[in-house]
């Protein structure tokens, strides 16, 4: 609770107006105290002081025969996982409808979009994907944001056809992508999501596209890109993202927040067959654009005995969102 400070105008009994250096003071008094009602306050200070919580994760499709890995006997480690880190933008790689499903029974308040990669399409050979599949889906805390747009695309040379596949890669794959706006702050911002292949031409071919994508649907607007990309941060692909190698008309305009916070890449692998090893690649980024500022970041090391919640390390950065 603020202390509320009194102050005694020191004006003689027989003052009937107060003079300019008496009105000074009063507005200096009332400025002063309004300061520290607001300094105080903590809905006021939460408010100016809040930043965006993002977390990319590969779920590990929760088909797949892991043993005891496997997503029955993993999926509370993994709900724990969300709810000692709290992401008010959490976006997926792999996950099936189900698994969607879990994240938002434990968390109501979170809304889902996008779609699977075989989304309305029959696959007999991968049962599980049937009609829907893996999804690069983002759940956003809808007390937070408001949902403007979103769409799926697949990266091939035929972007709205589901399951489209055209550039060398055996099994489709996609980027969902949203446009939001802040509550707290009325500023709107894109997020896209993604789970690259990793053959050529296959990476060239997606990279330019969600360069192109990205231009179509964001504009000029704030934009997070998170996602696995299969590849290490010294790659031509995150070089074109970061704009600093490309076809000049396809350069993007992200920056790594990991690089942009001095992070080292030793040890700082995001993939790791659910063993904790931390000696691979860092193949896991949130980039964003300029007008983001990554207040923190840090790769999840989150496990319960030794039983860790995907086979990937989830990454969770903090992102300032600047006005105009």
Not at 93 to 120: K, N
């Amino acid at each position: 609770m603020p202390r509320i400070l009194t102050f005694r105008s020191a004006r003689t009994s027989n003052s009937t107006k107060p003079n300019h250096a008496e009105l000074s003071g009063l507005i200096w008094t009332f400025t002063f105290c309004a300061f520290l009602f607001l300094s105080s306050n903590p809905a006021c200070a939460q408010k100016a002081m809040d930043n965006i919580a993002v977390m990319t994760f590969n779920v590990r499709y929760g088909t797949a025969k892991d043993s005891l890995n496997s997503w029955p006997y993993r999926k509370e480690i993994f709900i724990n996982c969300i709810r000692d880190n709290r992401p008010d933008i959490l976006c997926v790689q792999e996950a099936l409808d189900f698994q969607i499903g879990s994240i938002q029974a434990a968390f109501p308040t979170m809304r889902s979009v996008g779609v699977g990669r075989y989304q309305g399409i029959a696959v007999p050979d991968r049962p599980h994907e049937t009609m829907a599949g893996e999804s690069c889906n983002i759940l956003f805390d809808s007390t937070k944001f408001d949902l403007k747009d979103c769409e799926t695309f697949w990266h091939s040379d035929t972007p709205e056809i589901p399951a489209s596949m055209t550039w060398g890669n055996n099994m489709p794959r996609i980027t969902t992508w949203g446009l939001f706006k802040d509550r707290a702050s009325g500023l709107d911002f894109a997020v896209m999501n993604t789970h690259f292949h990793w053959n050529e031409p296959y990476v060239t071919n997606a990279a330019e596209l969600n360069m192109r994508y990205w231009r179509k649907i964001a504009g000029t607007l704030p934009t997070i890109f998170t996602g696995d990309f299969n590849m290490s941060p010294d790659s031509p692909t995150h070089r074109l993202f970061c704009g600093q190698a490309g076809s000049p008309g396809l350069l993007g305009a992200f920056r790594d927040c990991w690089q942009l916070l001095g992070k080292s890449e030793v040890n700082a692998g995001t993939s790791s067959g659910f063993s904790g090893r931390k000696d691979k690649v860092r193949i896991d980024w949130i980039l964003a654009t300029e007008q983001f500022t990554p207040v923190e970041i840090q790769i999840i090391y989150y496990n319960e005995q030794g039983r860790y919640p995907s086979d990937h390390f989830p990454v969770r950065a903090g992102l300032k969102l600047n006005g105009e």
